[in-house]
């Protein structure tokens, strides 16, 4: 059913109001028969979109709610959650930042509702990768991130006045003969201290 404006060729255009087969329901500008501008999108399973759209697709400025609870508000391109946006989860986390192709890619902080931590670096196809921050209550780690979990040379800053050195080292893995039909399971990095020193200072060196 639709209920709105049309071109003389009979096409939705304008403003107009829209039933869907399956439910759906549609609010807001259409152009030669393609959702197009600002308008409202209500799903039958509870989720809601209202935001902009270019020839049917959600492109610009938008607000996505989900079912779950969850909500989405920053840019989208071509039907896909890209450029930067807010993303508040189910659980309490909170990712603010850049996205590509519907997940976190490029820089943002995710924060941890539980802990109260948060990630403040580099993300590549939603997996924590690059150099990063991960902010604690009392102390901070400062390093690089692969796949997820911290590698290679890095600091803890401690708010007590000291810094601990030292890298993130990717222990082998030894296979028993039994073992070699089982897949292995990646292994937890192992931080291994080298030294401890004051604060470093974040202000420019200057000999004197």
């Known amino acids: 059913e639709y209920d709105g404006d049309r071109n003389s060729e009979g096409q939705r255009h304008g403003f107009g109001k829209a039933l869907l087969p399956n439910g759906d329901t549609y609010e807001g500008g259409y152009d030669c028969g393609l959702r197009n501008g600002a308008g409202t999108y209500r799903f039958k399973n509870g989720a809601l979109y209202t935001g902009n759209y270019l020839q049917n697709k959600k492109h610009g400025k938008g607000v996505f709610f989900y079912p779950d609870g969850s909500k989405y508000a920053g840019d989208w391109v071509d039907d896909q959650r890209q450029g930067f946006g807010e993303y508040l989860y189910a659980n309490g986390d909170s990712y603010t930042g850049e996205w590509a192709n519907n997940k976190r890619h490029g820089r943002g ?3 941890y509702k539980q ?3 948060k990630y403040v670096g580099c993300w590549v196809n939603g997996i924590q ?3 990063a921050e991960l902010i604690h209550q009392n102390y901070r780690f400062k390093g690089r991130f692969l796949n997820g979990k911290p590698l290679g040379r890095g600091k803890f800053i401690f708010d ?4 601990q050195h030292g890298e993130y080292i990717q222990p082998g893995q030894a296979r028993d003969e039994e073992e070699e039909d089982e897949p292995l ?5 192992i931080w291994r201290a080298s030294e401890i020193t004051k604060l470093t200072p ?3 060196q200057y000999e004197d």
């Open 160 to 163: 007590i006045g000291c810094e």
């Open 109 to 111: 902080t995710y924060v």
């Open 185 to 189: 399971v990646p292994l937890e990095p």
């Open 115 to 117: 802990t109260g931590s």
């Open 129 to 131: 990768d690059g150099p």
């Open 202 to 204: 974040w202000s420019p």
